[in-house]
């Protein structure tokens, strides 16, 4: 008896691990092929554009950098360096990283009931200042995205190669107007992270476009027109995993327009 014993015992422990091994296997599931992601974003571009040079938009440079997002800041070169604004410094770091910086008029004078001399002042003279700090200032933005045919002629007289407006979005990625370029809703205090991702989700679903996004502020209830700072690097960090996984470009309205830079005209 005492020789059949252990033997027992050691079937009896062979089957126990037969078992656990059998159940383990059971639970392991069976490979699968790869699956597609289940959203892509493959006819989509999104562009981040800033408006105005307020100095609370250097807060999100490192997100920026972080996720491999290139804005358009379309500043006011009058108040550069004023209170509340960016100051040429500033400026000069988000060019560096290759953000683009476009013009957005002299004094953020709404284009409207003005002569050809004092358009060409507000615009012209303007993208003179912006070329003069090293900018190539091909992309401009109509303050209060007004825009008549005076306008846009004065626009293109002074050189850029594209404007902006405030409404109207998406624009279709062969622009039918490059000086009248339509744009998303504006961002405002109320716009969620989930609002964000949603306008380009609707984009891709509608067959694809340009999602020309318009912030001003970047701060927690500072303004009307602003986004906080997590909500924008919550954007920041969705943008590049669609850029890395889901066939999301997000490029500068430069990148989107191209053209080459034209020289500055004097008003
Ligand atoms: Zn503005």
């Known amino acids: 008896m005492k020789i059949y014993f252990p033997q027992k015992t050691f079937i009896f422990i062979f089957i126990a691990f037969y078992l656990i091994g059998c159940s383990a296997e059971a639970s392991t599931p069976a490979p699968t092929k ?10 989509t571009t999104v562009s981040l ?20 997002l290139r ?4 500043v006011i ?10 100051t040429e410094e500033q400026v000069k770091d988000l060019a560096a990283d290759g953000n683009e910086i476009g013009g957005h008029t002299l004094n953020h004078t709404k284009l409207q009931n003005l002569s050809e001399a004092e358009l060409r002042q507000e615009i012209c003279q303007d993208r003179l200042n912006l070329l ?38 998406p624009e279709s ?7 009248a370029l339509k744009a998303m809703p504006f961002i405002v205090q109320d716009t969620t ?6 306008y380009v989700q609707d984009v891709e679903a509608d067959g694809g476009g340009w999602a020309i996004f318009i912030f001003h502020h970047v701060c927690d209830d500072c303004d009307q027109f602003a986004v906080d700072y997590d909500t924008f690097v919550k954007f ?13 470009t997000v490029k500068t309205v430069n990148e989107v327009i191209g053209g080459e830079v034209q020289p500055g005209v004097t008003p």
């Open 34 to 43: 790869p699956t597609k992601p289940s959203v892509s974003y493959f006819n």
């Open 49 to 68: 554009t800033f408006d105005d040079g307020d100095a609370d938009t250097y807060l999100i440079r490192d997100a920026l950098k972080a996720n491999n």
């Open 71 to 74: 804005a358009t800041f379309y």
């Open 77 to 86: 070169s009058g108040k550069l360096g004023e209170d509340g604004f960016l």
């Open 132 to 169: 003069s700090y090293g900018f190539e200032a091909v992309s401009f933005a109509y303050p209060y995205g007004y825009h008549d045919a005076a306008a846009r002629q004065a626009v293109q007289d002074c050189g850029y190669n594209s404007a902006r407006t405030v409404a109207d979005g």
């Open 173 to 179: 990625l062969a622009p039918l107007n490059p000086f």
């Open 193 to 198: 992270f989930a609002k964000m991702f949603r």
């Open 236 to 248: 920041a960090e969705w943008l590049n995993q669609q850029q890395i996984n889901n066939g999301l």
